[in-house]
C-alpha cells in the first residue's frame, strides 16, 4: 500500500495540474475573445476531436483502448481531444523512440546468429510463429545451456548472491522496483565490494514504478560507492511517456549468466516480509549465447540515457573451448509500446490457437483485450485444457476486483481458473503441450501487453518445461478452483463490471 500511495501522490496531482491548466488556459482565451470566436474556438477543438476520433478508429490498437478515448472526445471535445494529444497518441512518445533507435543501431551486430529453422522440420506451425516473433523483435532463438529454475524467489536470491561475488568484469541490473531491505541491502553491499575490485557496476530502474522506494538520494549512495546508477524514462512531468515504463527484471554478469523472470528487487519477493501472505514468484538463471541477448537489452536502454556509455566491443563472454551440452532452445526478448505490433499479446493468441493439449497461464492481473479474451474462450470450447493460476489474496483490490470480472465468460467456455489460497501469485509463465513455454515478465493487462516495456524468455523442448509444469501442478494443489456458482450474477455487481472493463486501459 505505501508503494502504491507513493506512486499516486506523484501522479494524481500531477495529471491535475495538467487538466487544470488545460482548463484555465481554455478560459482565457475565451475571455480575451468576444462570444463569436469563442464559439469558433469550441467548433475547431470539436472537429480536432472528431479527426481523432476517426483516426484512432482505424489505428489497430485494442478496442476497449479506442472506446475508452472515443467516450471520452464525444462527452469532452475540447478536454478528450487535449488529452489525447499529450496522453493517448503513440506518436508523441517519439523522443523516446529516437533514444532507444539511436541506442540499438550502435549495438548492431552483437547478437548472436539465430538457429530458429533448425525446428522447421520437426513443428512447422510453432515454427512460423517463432520465426515470426525473431522478425519482429529482432532477438534470435539460440541453442540453451544450462538453466536454473526458480519457484519462489527466496531460493533465487541465494545464487544470484553467489554469482555476484564471483564477477570479473561486469554486473548490469536492470528492475522495475527497487526498495531497501535484506534483498537489495545484500545485493548493493556485494556490488560495491565488487566495485573495489575493478568490476563495471551499473544498475538501471524505473523512475515511476520506484517512485515510492527509491529516490535520487539513493542513486547519489550508489555513486559514492562507484556504483553508478540511473532512472529509466526519468519522470518529470506529466507526458506520454508516463505510460511507457520500463517492466523488465534482468541482472547480467559477465557475459556468462543471466537472471529473469517476475521478481524485483524487494523483501517480499523473497518472502522476508509478507505484506499479502506468501508471495508466489519464479525466475530463471542462464547461461551460454542466450545471456548475449540479455547484455544487448541492458545496454541498448542504458546508452539510450546515459552519456556513459556501454562500449559493445567485448560486452560478451569469450567462447569456451569446450561447448557444454545443450538443452533445447531458448528465445529472449523484449516487448516495446512503441512498435505496430503487440509481440507478447501476440505471442500468447498464437500459442492458444495452436495448442492441441493444454495451455496453462500463472499471472497475478487478467485484465484482457477482446482478441486474447476470445483466444482463451476459443482454446477452452475447442477442447484444450486451458488454466489460470491467480492470486488468492491481492496487491491491488480494485484490479483484482476487475480481473474477476473476466472469470463469467471464461468458466463458462471451460477455462479452469485457481486462486493461490496461501498468498498473491506475481508470476508470469505459460507452458503448452509440453513443449514450449515463456516465463518473464509480462502479466496479462493492459499495462504489459501494451504500454509497457516488458522481457520474456520461450524455451522449446528445454528440461526447464519440465520443472515450471512440476511446480505449476504443486501450485494449482495449494488453490482453490473457482466455479461458475462462485460468480456473482447481480445486476448491481454486472454493472460494476461493465464500468471496470471499460476502464481497465487505465489501470
Known sequence: MKKILGRLIIVVPAVLLQVFWYLVLLGLMNNLLNEHLGDVLNAVFSVLAAIFVTGLVAKREESAYKLLWVMLMVAMPILGAMLYFFLGNKSTGRNLKKKLTQSSKNLEGTLPIGMVEEIKAEDKRLHQTLSHLCKTTGFPMVKNEDTRFYAFGEDMFQDMCQDLRNAKRYIYLEYFIIQKGKFWDTLADIMAKKVTEGVDVRVMYDDLGSIGTFSVVDVMALSEKGIKCIPFNPFLFIKSQLNNRDHRKLMVIDGKVAYSGGINLADEYINETHPFGRWKDIGFRVTGKAVNSYTYMFAEFWNAFSNDTIITAGIHAPEEEKKQATNGYILPYYDSPMGQEHVSNELFIEILSSATSYVWFYTPYLMLGDALYDAF??????????????????????????????????????????????????????????????????????????????????????????????????????????????????????????????IAPLL
Open 377 to 502: 474462450i476459443r482454446a477452452a470450447k475447442r477442447g484444450v485444457d486451458v488454466r489460470i493460476i491467480m492470486p488468492g489474496i491481492p496487491d491491488k483490490k480494485l484490479v483484482y476486483r476487475l480481473s474477476r470480472s473476466y472469470y463469467m465468460d471464461l468458466l463458462a467456455a471451460g477455462v479452469k481458473i485457481y486462486e493461490y489460497t496461501p498468498g498473491f501469485v506475481h508470476a508470469k509463465a505459460f507452458i503448452a503441450d509440453d513443449k514450449i513455454a515463456g516465463i518473464g515478465t509480462v502479466n496479462l493487462d493492459y499495462r504489459s501487453l501494451f504500454l509497457h516495456f516488458e522481457c520474456n524468455a520461450v524455451f522449446y523442448k528445454a528440461d526447464i518445461i519440465g520443472d515450471l509444469k512440476k511446480d505449476y501442478l504443486a501450485t494449482q494443489n495449494e488453490s482453490h478452483e473457482k466455479r461458475a456458482g462462485d460468480i456473482n450474477r447481480g445486476l448491481l455487481y454486472c454493472f460494476g463490471n461493465n464500468v471496470l472493463r471499460l
